[in-house]
Structure formats: C-alpha cells, structure tokens
C-alpha cells in the first residue's frame, strides 16, 4: 500500500472526522482524483511536439496520456476543430496517492523561492488547482531530452463539501501553504 494512503486510512480519517464533527465515517472528505493536464499550443503547427511530450510525460503521470482536441475553431487562434492542442492524465487510487506523495515531498519543495500554496487555489467545492511553470522538476523527467519548458497544471478532486474541509484534508496529507 502507498504510503500517503496508509497514512489516510490510518491517522487523517480519524482525526478530520473527529475535528468537523462528523457521525458517519463515510462523510470525511478523501482525495478523489488528480487531473494533470499540458497544453500545447505549438503542436498545430509541429505534429512532431505531441511525442516528444507524451514520452515525458507518461513518465512522470505512471500511464499513458489522452490527447485534447479542439471543441471548435477559433481564427484569432488559428485553431480548427478536432486540432491536438493539449494532453492530459486522470489518476485514481495508488497511482494517484503515489503522485500525490511525489508532489508533496519531492517536487514542491525543489520549486524556487517556493513559500507555499495560496488559499485561493481552491474552489467553492474544495478541489485544489496548482500550476507549475516546468517539468522538469519532476524526478522522472530527464532534462536532456526536453527540447522546451512547458507548465502543467494539477487538479486535485476531493469529495470535501466546502474549501475548509477540502483545505484540512490536503493540510493532512501535508500538503504546504501559506499562513
């Protein structure tokens, strides 16, 4: 079992049920899903972008990545509908503990002049959203072979009814924010 999620079934479960006040323990709030998505703009022009990213980065996700297409065209973009414009990953159960637990304690702590999440990375809803400027913080990635920094952006998907609940389960799972 990972170990972010023993540490869930085992300490935070308790402790967020006791500190809301919650009676059943299928009420506490648990990390659902994390969506890793990459846009690519430049990949309507170079075909060639959408392998290079994808070795890379289902390296770093632990599967394979779904390529985004366009809903519609837009000519201020020079985007036609069903052009790739962008790749993204859906993790679930150990896979996604295990990239939360990469996150938390290895990536975020090589970000420079990194002084923690805001609260304002939250929804109404208690979902997390988190953007990186590059990729290659990521252990997996070798910085050799990447031709060009490219940002991602990180859901996290909870099932917390609100941001305080959403905010103490992540603050658990040790995820660093601001004061």
Known sequence: MQ??????????????????????????????????????????????????????????????PVVTKAKKSIASFKVSQGQPIGMMVTLRGDKMYAFLDKLVSIVLPKVRDFKGISQNSFDSFGNLNIGLKEQIIFPEVDYKTVDKTRGLAVTITTTARNREQGKKLLEYLGMPFKD
Not at 5 to 15: L, N, Q, S
Not at 42 to 62: C, I, M, P, R, T
């Open 3 to 64: 170990r972010l999620k023993e540490k869930y079934m085992t300490e935070v479960r308790g402790k967020l049920q006791q500190e809301l006040g919650l009676k059943n323990s299928l009420q506490v709030p648990k990390v659902n899903k994390i969506v890793i998505s990459i846009g690519l703009g430049e990949a309507k022009d170079n075909a060639g972008v959408l392998d290079k990213v994808k070795v890379y980065f289902s390296q770093l996700a632990g599967q394979m």
